[in-house]
């Protein structure tokens, strides 16, 4: 398991930013926890992302995933 950076985020896939991409074709699980920003930080919600799917490109800064349809997004709950 390795942390990465995202960027592009979307329902379909994620960008992930990292300097050793998987080949193009690769299996891929990923596990993220996305903070959609709110009025104030106590209204920010999070979501649980559990994402399975294939590395569809790479390039110099990382590779692109595509999701499938066994992906799913969770909400998280908030703490009191």
Known sequence: AESLL????SMCGAFLITERPLPVGSN?????????E?????????????????????DNEGMAVGFDSQSRILPLSKKS
């Open 28 to 36: 891929v699980c990923v596990d993220m926890i996305l903070t959609l």
């Open 38 to 58: 709110g009025r104030t930080k106590q209204c920010a919600q999070q979501a649980w992302i559990k994402a399975s799917g294939k590395v569809l490109r790479t």
């Open 6 to 9: 995202t960027r592009d985020i």
